[in-house]
């Protein structure tokens, strides 16, 4: 994934399924996930923006602007990463090299 314009590449769908999991966390439930599934669906479905004088409709991604956007694409980046922690996890070869880090890290700070 393109991190330098990350709002206009995050596709549709991954996005919205990375929202389910971090709003089932929530302590009020009230409007519940399906609804703001549906709502996050709608602005990035139905974004446009104007450009020299001429409207275009976002076809993927979040509108660059919209208030949306950086909590989005912070949201999938976290997801994407544990992704990649969970699979490196079950490597015992990378176990070892992340315990080693995991360990000198914290050698080095103290």
Known sequence: MDI????TVIPNNDGLLALAPF?????????????????????VTLSAFRFNGDQYRQVSG????????PNYACLLSVQNQLYLIYLISKMPCFKMVIRE??????LMMH
């Open 4 to 7: 330098k314009s990350l709002y």
């Open 101 to 106: 880090a995991l360990l000198t890290t914290t």
């Open 23 to 43: 709003l089932d966390k929530r302590e009020v439930k009230e409007p519940s996930t399906v609804t703001l599934i549906g709502l996050a669906e709608l602005v």
């Open 62 to 69: 979040v509108a660059v602007g919209s208030k949306m956007g």
